[in-house]
């Protein structure tokens, strides 16, 4: 599943394509919205909270949707879609969403959610999600408690859970915790001063990966673009230990996580 990087990635694409400019398609595949028609509205932005995209809308509404596994945005120019047979992108099975300005084409494959809703309305979606890691008002404070207070759950599991904290996938967790050499089975509560530092660090690679020319890059060396995460039975960067992989979690929502037995002793 993307994380809270990749998905400020398609944010950022999508506004290129429609900021500021007047939908002149807007076609929601989607079951309870399938009657709904935006062409004529405005795209104000596209913003994020953790995993989830917002495409605020200028009538006052905002389109919500999530990738989970599967889904991507594709753009391409519209005058390529012009009359073409039935092969033309847009007549995808696996296109939920089109968003088309007379210049660009914004497909929607594969998508996991999707709901519109009022702008004012957004929290009622959001609402049961922890401090997004990427925010501009992240309070550190606040995700640290949030972390600290769930006592004898695995630390590579509570980083994992939206709830606590929004943005971060099995990539992130994995490379947070093997910079602080701590064990992904930890338990939360005992962490003390060390949430906060997991938190900041979070915060630091996601941003980095934001700005690297792939997604998920977590290293300033192109040759490896991460220290563990898949990179089990190969030397641990810091100690040439062979890194591990183990679970965290409980079944059936398991998620593997990658670790230096040596470095991340403990838990």
Not at 223 to 235: A, E, L, S
Request: hydrophobic letters at 40%.
């Amino acid at each position: 599943m993307p994380e809270g990087d990749s998905v400020v990635r398609v944010a950022r694409r999508l506004d290129a394509a429609l900021a500021g400019q007047v939908l002149v398609r807007g076609e929601l595949r989607w079951p309870d919205l399938g009657g709904v028609d935006l062409a004529g509205v405005g795209v104000v932005a596209n913003a994020t909270y953790g995993k989830h995209l917002l495409t605020r809308l200028a009538d006052g509404r905002t389109l919500h949707t999530h990738l989970r596994m599967e889904g991507r945005w594709r753009l391409v120019r519209t005058a390529d879609l012009a009359p073409a047979g039935p092969s033309r992108a847009d007549r995808s099975p696996q296109v939920r969403a089109v968003l088309a300005t007379e210049r660009w084409t914004c497909l929607g494959l594969e998508l996991g959610l999707m709901d519109l809703v009022p702008t004012a309305e957004e929290d009622r979606l959001l609402g049961h999600l922890g401090p997004d890691v990427l925010g501009a008002d992240l309070d550190v404070a606040a995700a640290t408690d949030r972390i600290l207070a769930q006592g004898g759950r695995g630390i590579g599991e509570v980083l994992l859970d939206q709830r606590v904290v929004a943005g971060l996938g099995t990539i992130f967790m994995t490379e947070t915790l093997w910079a602080h050499r701590i064990s992904p089975w930890a338990p939360a509560g005992s962490l003390g001063q060390s949430a906060a530092d997991l938190v900041r660090t979070a915060r630091s690679l996601l941003l980095r990966s934001v700005a690297a020319r792939q997604p998920g890059t977590t290293t300033d060396d192109p040759r490896r673009p991460t220290n563990v995460y898949g990179r089990d039975r190969r030397p641990c960067p810091r100690c040439g230990a062979p890194v591990a992989r183990g679970e965290v979690g409980r079944a059936p929502t398991t998620r593997r996580v990658f670790f230096c037995p040596r470095c991340q002793a403990g838990g």
